[in-house]
């Protein structure tokens, strides 16, 4: 690369790290929290009429329709609306940019979703983050004083959280909303597999907004995210988007799937029984140790070796998990998706194997 192209790049372009994907390819895929249910074949191609999509046409781009169901699906109120995105990650991503701002800051919990970060940091945003405590509990008190210190145009909390998997006590996320000045993005994307929602809060908080996302429910290849807030907010929010950033075809499957709701929450069901049985069998082992969940994942941590053997030994298997051990709250810790029974018993069996 020739210097006068070189110099036209922003000057961090370096020290910016790539995200990583390992090739899945033939493995027992256990790393990305997706749902391991396949819809079919015979299902994806058979409920959607062909007359109902014309690819040839730009899509919706104001996403009418699918906004409307999802209103209905949630609840959500007249006084709020919803922005859909290209997945959450996008959604991250125009509000960083609505309020890309010299001197704001983003803050975050830490460990946490690695995006908020990532994001804030490609945007131009300052980042400050507040360690959770060992149990992974909000320390709430060094929020609010952080929050009091850097007075943070946007916070991001995951509930629950990843990678930890556990949900943070709503009286806490609540003090945290009422002592900002800005914006606090609850991201709900594990919400099928806790039950727990602040949709309901969203009546009584101007600076609350909600992220979902259908990835998790078993749609993760349409790349469907949705953001909930005040009317006045959404859409200044929504001036940032790039037009018809959701296909035509994302937008229908999802609308279908969300009228075949009890379809998917019979998989999340299923989901969360393997996740227990999961977690009781991951307990057995002595070596590890393994932390509550109430998402569809399980962190658990290496007591006796080295975080990254154990997932060389794994790959080696063809079974992809995830590794955590380079975050300094994680050490040499590991992340499961839950997976079929199959699957998990490969995964458990694999694991005492790779400990031995």
């Known amino acids: 690369m020739n210097n006068k192209i070189k110099n036209f790049f922003r000057s961090d372009i370096d020290e910016i790290k790539e995200y990583?994907?390992?090739?899945?390819?033939?493995?027992?895929?256990?790393?990305?929290?997706?749902?391991?249910?396949?819809?079919?074949?015979?299902?994806?191609?058979?409920?959607?009429?062909?007359?109902?999509?014309?690819?040839?046409?730009?899509?919706?781009?104001?996403?009418?329709?699918?906004?409307?169901?999802?209103?209905?699906?949630?609840?959500?109120?007249?006084?709020?609306?919803?922005?859909?995105?290209?997945?959450?990650?996008?959604?991250?991503?125009?509000?960083?940019?609505?309020?890309?701002?010299?001197?704001?800051?983003?803050?975050?919990?830490?460990?946490?979703?690695?995006?908020?970060?990532?994001?804030?940091?490609?945007?131009?945003?300052?980042?400050?983050?507040?360690?959770?405590?060992?149990?992974?509990?909000?320390?709430?008190?060094?929020?609010?004083?952080?929050?009091?210190?850097?007075?943070?145009?946007?916070i991001f909390l995951a509930y629950p959280n990843n990678p930890t998997g556990n949900i943070w006590q709503k009286s806490d996320l609540k003090k945290i909303i009422e002592s900002t000045n800005g914006i606090v993005v609850i991201d709900e994307a594990y919400r099928p597999f806790s039950g727990v929602s602040f949709i309901e809060e969203m009546r009584n908080y101007e600076n609350l907004l909600i992220m979902g996302t259908l990835s998790k429910n078993g749609l993760a290849g349409l790349r469907l995210g949705y953001l909930i807030g005040k009317q006045n907010i959404i859409r200044k929010i929504n001036k940032l988007r790039l037009p018809f950033n959701v296909n035509s075809i994302s937008q229908r499957v999802s609308e279908l799937m969300l009228d075949k709701g009890d379809y998917l929450a019979s998989q999340a069901k299923d989901i969360i029984k393997f996740r227990e049985l999961m977690i009781a069998e991951m307990r057995k082992i002595e070596k590890i140790e393994v932390y509550d969940s109430s998402t569809n994942f399980v962190l658990f941590k290496i007591k006796e070796g080295s975080a990254s053997h154990v997932f060389d030994v794994l790959l080696k298997k063809k079974i992809l998990i995830k590794d955590m051990s380079r975050n300094s709250m994680l050490d040499n810790c590991l992340r499961v998706t839950v997976g079929t029974e199959k699957e998990n018993k490969l995964f458990i069996q694999s694991l005492e194997n790779a400990l031995n």
């Not at 990305?32 to 819809?39: H, K, R, S, V």
């Not at 919706?60 to 922005?83: A, H, P, R, T």
């Not at 980042?127 to 009091?148: K, P, Q, T, Y």
């Open 20 to 154: 990583e994907i390992l090739d899945s390819n033939g493995m027992v895929k256990l790393d990305a929290m997706e749902n391991p249910f396949d819809l079919g074949l015979e299902f994806q191609t058979s409920f959607i009429p062909s007359s109902e999509i014309n690819i040839n046409r730009y899509p919706d781009g104001s996403c009418k329709n699918l906004i409307n169901k999802l209103k209905s699906n949630l609840s959500v109120s007249e006084k709020d609306n919803i922005l859909i995105g290209n997945g959450s990650d996008e959604l991250i991503q125009i509000i960083c940019m609505a309020f890309q701002k010299e001197g704001n800051v983003v803050l975050c919990p830490e460990p946490t979703f690695s995006m908020y970060k990532n994001i804030a940091k490609f945007v131009g945003l300052k980042f400050e983050s507040v360690f959770l405590r060992e149990d992974f509990s909000l320390d709430v008190d060094n929020m609010c004083e952080s929050i009091a210190r850097h007075d943070p145009a946007i």
